[in-house]
């Protein structure tokens, strides 16, 4: 069984560019998470999707947003990027409700802000 | 809000060595508590889990019991091996708000 996928991998913006940032959940999963672990941060919690509505957001700006598709697949947005925006972004996937606390992550979106 | 509080790194240990990584946590309620591991250059993996008090979660010869009393979910393993060498998160999960809260993460190298 394939696992969270992420793309791109790694990707390199300017201050005020736009980033998008890509994940596939496990298949069967129907909620999505992303999550920001910044040098010196730890992993922060960012939004949750759960059948395409956000459910929960984290302590960010609204230039972070995000959503997720019909096929639960999920986009994370970040507007006007800012140099402390670089980070490895996190995606996590899990089933939906009442069992669905385990959440399987992602290798990451490395993005670098220059 | 909630909170994981981790044993501060680095921790070094020899092959074979005993390992514990010490986590406690606040949480209203009776979160599920998890182990991750982050490999360099890789995601998180689900290492082991709990979801209620005195369960013990185990995996590859790692263990952890929930002690509801301590609140706490310390990490141990028997006999180390270099390919323990890792950063370790300790977790909780909030089931109603959908998100989990990690700690601060230990990193261990393991030397043969």
């Known amino acids: 069984e394939a696992g969270v996928t992420q793309s791109p991998t790694h990707l390199i913006k300017t201050r005020g560019q736009q980033a998008t940032l890509r994940c596939s959940p496990i298949?069967?999963?129907?909620?999505v998470y992303w999550y920001q672990q910044a040098l010196g941060l730890g992993l922060q919690f960012l939004l949750w999707?759960?059948?395409?509505?956000?459910?929960n957001r984290g302590n960010f700006p609204p230039r972070f947003s995000g959503r997720q598709f019909p096929n639960y697949s999920s986009e994370l947005n970040v507007n006007a990027l800012e140099l402390e925006d670089s980070a490895l972004y996190l995606c996590?996937?899990?089933?939906?409700?009442?069992?669905?606390?385990?959440?399987?992550f992602g290798p990451g979106t490395r993005l670098l802000v220059l | 809000g909630d909170s994981v509080t981790q044993m501060e790194g680095p921790v070094t240990l020899s092959e074979e060595a005993f390992l514990t990584i010490n986590c406690t946590y606040t949480?209203?309620?009776?979160?599920?508590l998890f182990w991750y591991v982050q490999y360099p250059g890789e995601g998180l993996q689900l290492l082991l889990k709990?979801?209620?008090?005195?369960d013990k979660g185990s995996n590859k010869g790692f263990e952890a019991t929930y002690r509801k009393e301590t609140t706490s979910f310390h990490l141990e393993k028997g006999s180390v091996q270099v390919s323990d060498s890792a950063v370790y998160f300790c977790?909780?999960?909030?089931?109603?708000?959908?998100?989990?809260?990690f700690g601060d993460g230990t990193t261990l190298t393991v030397k043969p």
């Open positions: 996590a996937s899990s089933t939906g409700q009442p069992t669905q606390e385990t959440q399987y």
């Open positions: 298949s069967g999963h129907t909620s």
């Open positions: 999707y759960d059948e395409g509505e956000e459910r």
């Open positions: 949480a209203t309620g009776y979160p599920s």
């Open positions: 709990a979801t209620k008090a005195d």
């Open positions: 977790a909780l999960s909030d089931r109603d708000a959908g998100k989990s809260t």
